[in-house]
């Protein structure tokens, strides 16, 4: 278990690749801290867990910074020092796709609340940490976006412009901490089967070279692999987790 005695903090880890993620560090050795707006999920995961590993949790709402600054004080309060961070928790505008194509039509209000989520959430973490990560010469994994790189039919310019702005913050945070010996990167997916999904996504797969929608565990096996002893030598580096979706 090659994250023996190693803590990671998955942000939206109650469900989706976040839980595939916290399931898969667990069974690689590492003690998680799950953080979720939504409680009943929480309860699930972790007593869905119980057997894998040790679990603890927060509720925490990533788009209020006070939450975020008390979570994160409750968690070095438990932990000590945290030696993992994956910044996976994202959100898009709570309208219809369809309102949320254009960057001229958007209520801005619901653009600060992606953004806070998107990209301010994993900043703040990032910072607030830095210090417990360099003790364990950690790693920052953030979660982007396909939809960061190019024009996606249905994920909304508020979603697809904060993971481009997250991409471009984790090269810039790659340089600036690898003087604390933290690396950081980022994994890009493509069509991932999640809560987030909509039914249209479907109308993608014949874009998708190998002809299927991604497992949330196959993103954590890179996300693993990104914060292992493994990837040592590997930081400011964008994986792309999309079955060649990317290509086109």
Same mark, same amino acid.
Request: glycine residues 10%; negative net charge; proline residues 4%.
């Given at each position: ?7 990671? =903090? ?10 595939? #993620?916290?399931?898969? =560090? ?12 939504? @409680? ?16 603890? &949790?927060?509720?925490?709402? =990533?788009?209020?910074? %006070? ?13 000590? @020092? ?12 709570? #309208? !219809? ?10 209520? =801005? %209000? ?5 953004? $806070?989520?998107?990209?301010y959430a994993p900043l703040r973490? &990032? ?16 979660? #982007? &976006? ?10 909304? &310019? ?6 481009s702005a997250l991409s471009a913050? #984790?090269?810039?945070?790659?340089? %600036? ?13 493509? $069509? ?5 999904? @909509? ?21 954590a096996g890179t996300v693993y692999?990104?914060? !292992? ?20």
């Amino acid at each position: 278990m090659s994250l023996h005695g190693k803590t990671a =903090l998955v942000t939206g880890g109650a469900r989706g690749i976040g839980f595939a #993620t916290v399931q898969r =560090l667990l069974r690689e050795g590492a003690r998680c801290v799950i953080w979720d707006r939504d @409680q009943a999920a929480i309860d699930e995961a972790t007593a869905n867990l119980a057997d894998v590993g040790e679990v603890t &949790s927060d509720t925490v709402e =990533l788009a209020k910074p %006070e939450s975020v600054e008390a979570a994160a004080g409750q968690a070095l309060g438990r932990h000590g @020092q945290i030696d993992i961070l994956v910044n996976n928790a994202g959100m898009s505008p709570k #309208t !219809s796709y369809k309102e949320r194509l254009g960057c001229l039509n958007g209520d =801005l %209000e619901a653009w600060r609340e992606v953004f $806070e989520t998107n990209f301010y959430a994993p900043l703040r973490l &990032s910072r607030g940490f830095a210090s417990a990560l360099h003790k364990g010469k950690g790693a920052i994994v953030n979660i #982007t &976006s396909i939809a960061g790189h190019m024009i996606h039919p249905f994920a909304g &310019s508020a979603y697809s412009i904060s993971k481009s702005a997250l991409s471009a913050l #984790t090269r810039e945070l790659a340089n %600036e901490m690898a003087a604390l010996d933290v690396r950081v990167n980022a994994v890009a997916p493509g $069509e991932i089967e999640t809560d987030m999904v @909509q039914p249209e996504y479907e109308a993608l797969i014949p874009r998708i070279p190998l002809n299927r929608m991604g497992a949330p565990g196959d993103v954590a096996g890179t996300v693993y692999y990104l914060c !292992s002893d493994d990837s040592a030598y590997v930081t400011g580096t964008e994986v792309w987790i999309t079955g060649g979706q990317h290509l086109f």
